[in-house]
């Protein structure tokens, strides 16, 4: 069974810089797609950017530019860097997974997610 575990959250001041990461462990030899999403206070979670095994990239409209979604597939690692950030930045940031090519927000497993916080 697919387990995924983010870390890197945190308090950060607009403007600034902030890395999160992602683990996967369990039957990782069948992923195809891994994702981040978030879920600001009080709304509904959103897709932020996603990576298809073999290295194609997508975000988001309102990420594109400050965000980079990389991976590492020798620690089976994912990872999301957060450059510029944004009051508006601020919410739970999930790491996804999934056995197919995914280009959407809707994965098979989810992480149990990572608070960020961007103060102005």
């Known amino acids: 069974q697919l387990q995924l575990v983010e870390s890197g959250g945190g308090l950060v001041q607009a403007g600034g810089s902030l890395s999160l990461s992602c683990a996967a462990s369990g039957s990782i030899d069948i992923i195809r797609t891994m994702a981040w999403s978030r879920q600001p206070p009080g709304k509904q979670r959103e897709w932020v950017a996603a990576?298809?095994?073999?290295?194609?990239?997508n975000y988001a409209d309102s990420v594109k530019g400050r965000f980079t979604i990389s991976g590492d597939n020798a620690k089976n690692m994912v990872y999301l860097q957060m450059n510029s950030l944004k009051p508006e930045d601020t919410a739970v940031y999930y790491c996804a997974a999934d056995t197919t090519v995914v280009a959407g927000p809707d994965l098979e497993v989810w992480g149990q997610g990572t608070l960020v916080i961007v103060s102005s």
């Open positions: 990576i298809i095994m073999g290295g194609s990239t």
